[in-house]
């Protein structure tokens, strides 16, 4: 069974940083690009970035370029999404998902039960 | 960046309804059109993708046309557990974007 599980959210002041995690089990980590999506509370679904299946290719939204990084390391079957210089409008549900094909594409089959970024001070 | 825009924003529809949402995207995406259901509290769940071809799982009364710029996501008769909000997202260009969503209640 596919399983991916968010960490690491939580409560933070503005200009402050989080690192976000992510374990996927129950398939080959290695052979799927990963992705992070955000929801803030009460709105839709935002992209945020995502990273092949290598991890030598990585696209990011306009909105967080310069300060959030998403990484991965295979042989911990693990995402990571480095988010510095946080703001308010960062607040949201953080989801990672997983590519639907070992073949590139940007559609998300599993996605994890998401973990809480709040940033206030 | 390509403008996705959804409508209705919502619908009130009854069980065995037929439904359509409309998905337009604000420049021509061939079919690298997926659609997502997500219930309340609950993480998206994929639908459909390749504009019209049926994930694993997902009951035959879903279903995706279109091409281009215009898309739909049909549910041919509303079932208690579609109660829910359905966002399409482009996959032809970067930043992958999503629609504002479709809520569609209970009549």
């Known amino acids: 069974e596919v399983q991916l599980l968010e960490s690491g959210g939580g409560l933070v002041q503005p200009g402050g940083s989080l690192r976000l995690s992510c374990a996927g089990s129950?398939?080959?980590?290695?052979?799927?690009?990963m992705t992070w999506v955000r929801q803030a509370p009460g709105k839709g679904l935002e992209w945020v970035s995502v990273?092949?299946?290598?991890?030598?290719?990585?696209y990011s939204a306009d909105s967080v370029k310069g300060r959030f990084t998403i990484s991965r390391d295979n042989s911990k079957n693990s995402l990571f999404l480095q988010m510095n210089s946080l703001r308010a409008e960062d607040t949201a549900l953080y989801y990672c998902?997983?590519?639907?094909?070992?073949?590139?594409?940007?559609?998300?089959?599993?996605w994890g039960q998401g973990t809480l970024i709040t940033v206030s001070s | 960046d390509i403008q996705m825009t959804q409508s209705p924003s919502s619908v009130s529809a009854s069980v065995g309804d037929r439904v359509t949402i409309t998905c337009r995207a604000s420049q021509g995406i061939s079919s690298w059109l997926a659609w997502y259901q997500q219930k309340p509290g609950k993480a998206p769940n994929l639908l459909i993708y390749?504009?019209?071809t049926l994930q694993s799982g997902v009951p035959s009364r879903f279903s995706g046309s279109g091409s281009g710029t215009d898309f739909t996501l049909t549910i041919s008769s509303l079932q208690p557990e579609d109660f829910a909000t359905y966002y399409c997202?482009?996959?032809?260009?970067?930043?992958?974007?999503f629609g504002g969503g479709t809520k569609v209640e209970i009549k």
């Open positions: 390749a504009a019209s």
């Open positions: 129950g398939f080959t980590f290695s052979s799927y690009a």
């Open positions: 998902a997983k590519g639907l094909y070992t073949v590139t594409t940007y559609y998300f089959d599993y």
């Open positions: 990273i092949s299946a290598s991890g030598g290719t990585i």
């Open positions: 997202q482009q996959t032809n260009s970067f930043p992958l974007t």
